[in-house]
């Protein structure tokens, strides 16, 4: 699919039919930094803050590079966008397709700039447009911090798993999905919150599981959520954490180490990974990053973090 034809479809969606900081109908501009469609009211906002935190173009007359269409379908659009920006925001803030310059430029900063309405504790880097190889939520970190659960009995540790994001999910309702992720471990389980309408969700979110002594892999399944029925099976997969924590066991105290690689997980028939996945010391921590295709399904990819916590 060409690039144009992916942003054309991207704009054709119903979030994306109007602007994301004003509800103005048929916007005809985009930020590909943050990944929203604009009215042009709003995009005049946008160049008083500068490249750094947000670059602007024409739907139709500007020539995009793939990575900018790349950016743009990976965020999702307007409504995923909000999701995270807009999490916050009180009640008769956000301006209407009417409001002043003024009333524009005070949201808009408060919203990207000074970052006011995010969930408490998340905070999101300014960078310049994306690269090819830079993705959502690689521009986005989190501070919040996660009590570790009860020690299920002979527990070695822990794992904290974090479900980043999702892409090209499969649809399950009318027109899209309510996608939410459990991972379970023995008869331990732990889920995200549910993304509403979304098949490209970003959660940034931590889950904890006490690893036993006998561990196995753990389990990972998308469902979608419905109301007045059972939740429908988005697909699963399966995380090896054996490579993560042999090295663990290896190397002990990782603070006693500068960042390098100690393991690696290999991409195979028999695993859902999309590439090889490495064990690294980050930090003085022990960490791995996963990306996963989902299985039993049409479409599907989990992108996560894994860290091994010790007791």
């Not at 995923?80 to 803030?93: F, H, K, L, Q, T």
């Not at 889950?207 to 196995?216: F, H, I, T």
């Not at 290999?266 to 022990?286: R, W, Y």
Request: aromatic content about 6%; overall charge negative; hydrophobic content about 35%.
């Amino acid at each position: 699919m060409s690039g144009k034809k992916k942003l054309k479809d991207l704009l054709q969606q119903s979030d994306n039919r109007t602007c994301a900081d004003c509800n103005a109908p048929d916007p005809k501009w985009a930020s590909p930094t943050i990944g929203v469609f604009l009215c042009l009211k709003c995009c005049g906002v946008y160049r008083t803050l500068g490249p750094n935190i947000s670059k602007v173009l024409s739907v139709a007359l500007d020539d995009w590079a793939d990575e900018e269409i790349d950016a743009m379908v990976e965020v999702g659009g307007n409504s995923c966008a909000n999701s995270i920006y807009e999490a916050n925001v009180p009640e008769g803030v956000k301006p209407g397709p009417d409001a002043s310059v003024e009333q524009r430029t005070k949201f808009i900063r408060s919203k990207y700039e000074l970052q006011e309405f995010l969930k408490p504790g998340l905070k999101i880097s300014s960078n310049n447009a994306p690269t090819k190889k830079t993705s959502f939520h690689a521009r986005t970190s989190t501070s919040t911090t996660i009590q570790k659960p009860a020690c299920v009995e002979g527990a070695i540790g822990h794992l904290k798993i974090t479900i980043l994001q999702g892409a090209n999910l499969a649809v399950r309702d009318m027109l899209s999905s309510d996608p939410y992720v459990v991972v379970s471990l023995g008869e331990q389980k732990a889920q995200t919150t549910i993304q509403k309408s979304n098949l490209n969700p970003i959660w940034n979110e931590e889950l904890m599981l006490s690893v036993p002594e006998d561990y196995g892999p753990v389990k990972l399944q998308v469902f979608d959520y419905d109301t007045f029925s059972a939740d429908d099976i988005m697909g699963e997969a399966e995380i090896d954490i054996q490579p993560m924590l042999t090295s663990a066991m290896a190397y002990g105290d990782a603070s006693q180490f500068g960042d390098m690689q100690i393991g690696k997980w290999l991409k195979s028939h028999d695993n859902a990974l999309l590439e090889d996945s490495t064990v690294n010391i980050v930090d003085g921590k022990i960490k791995q990053e996963v990306s996963l295709q989902l299985r039993n399904v049409e479409s599907g990819i989990i992108y996560l973090e894994v860290e091994w916590i010790p007791p």
